[in-house]
């Protein structure tokens, strides 16, 4: 506060620090009184810095509270701009899944089950397409009960895919050997399907293999066989309340932390599985999407286009496929060239349309109302920066003024006791140096 009675004066030039050498000498008359020199009207310069050190450190801690405030805003805003990306990401897999026949390319291909069990009776020369064939027509029941004790099915069989390029992709990344791979609960059930000779050549009058010779077949070269058994399962969360049982796989990000566009979701959870097959089919209570589909895809991630796949790059990790037909089946390897329709033998179904749920064009309108939200929200965090920054430079700029008036308060505080030691001396009678 001003001393009572006396009124500052501000005609002088601001004050300005100088060094101890070049500071004006004090007249003793000035300083008998112990206040040093005066400032205009009456307050000593030594006054005026204390008081303007405490006006800046005053300010300064205002201009800090301002800048928390600019802090605190810009964390609340990225914290709804990560949320809009995850709705925006949650929706986009949603819509991937909500693809019509009528947005696909693929032609004559309506793929519901019995059209799948066609496809399959079409491999004559494989093992599923025996397998189907004697169960279809019952033939010799006996032999094909001892090699069908435990069997799931055939993987084309056991899931179903909503969109038919989605369709066409899989298959083409997984391949007709794999399509066609018979799957069983353990090792005990595969056992029955081929026998050996003494040399460990594959008997071809035993087995399967006798019982497509029976029927006028021969199953040409090797085939898969999965058992779910000895497999390692997918041991993480699934999505709460999901009747489909998916998987809780955390979603990709690109290194500047936003989510990749065209991201439809991971391969493994666009697997429709029909309710008689989502129940436990291991001892130990795991179902075909944490152990066959897992063990197919692993964490496969799906694309719209292969603009958006290639771009993901840096995300992509267990290799991805897109529904216009890119496919990276691992990090660094891909598969080129134009896709060959006819060379897919197998594709999965699409389920009926009574299992297809939701509304595309809502699903449209949803979208479009969540990227607008984002675009607002990253306009006003850039707002928002722009005044963080800008109270950051001036509270620098404060700072740099508050020190220099520490530094000139220290000064005028060194003179004082210099000039009250010389005073005491004088007092005594004698001069000190």
Known sequence: MYPTGHQMSFQTAPFIVQSPTSMMQLDPKETSSGGGTQNGGGMSQAEFALFNSDRLQSDLEAMGNKIKEHEDNLKFLKSQKNKLDESILKLQVHMGKLHTSGTCTIENTNLQGEDINEQILRQVNSAA???????????????????????????????????????????????????????????????PLEKYDNQGNVDRSGAIHGLASSIGRTIEGQ????????????????????????????????????????????????????????????AYGYGLRETLFYSLFSQLQVYKTRVDMISALPCITDGAVSLDGGIIRKTGIFTLGARDVAAANVRFAKPSASQTTGNYSEAERQMNELRWTKEKTLEDIKRAQVLRDHALYNFGKKKEEFVRCLSQTNDFSQMKREQAKKHEAVSNGGLCF
């Open 129 to 191: 397409g025996v397998l189907s064939y004697v169960q279809s027509h019952h033939y010799s029941e006996a032999l094909q009960l001892d090699m069908t004790n435990g069997v799931v099915g055939v993987v084309a069989k056991l899931g179903k895919v909503n969109d038919q390029n989605l369709s066409q992709a899989l298959s083409d990344y997984l391949g007709t050997r794999s399509m066609l791979a018979l799957v069983y609960k353990d090792y005990k059930s595969v056992k």
């Open 223 to 282: 085939f898969d066989v999965i058992c779910l058994e000895n497999l390692r399962p997918y041991v993480g969360k699934r999505i709460a309340g999901d009747p489909q049982r998916r998987l809780d796989l955390p979603n990709p990000k690109l290194p500047n932390g936003e989510y990749p566009p065209g991201f439809l979701g991971y391969a493994v959870n666009l697997i429709h599985i029909d309710p008689a097959y989502l129940l436990c089919v291991t």
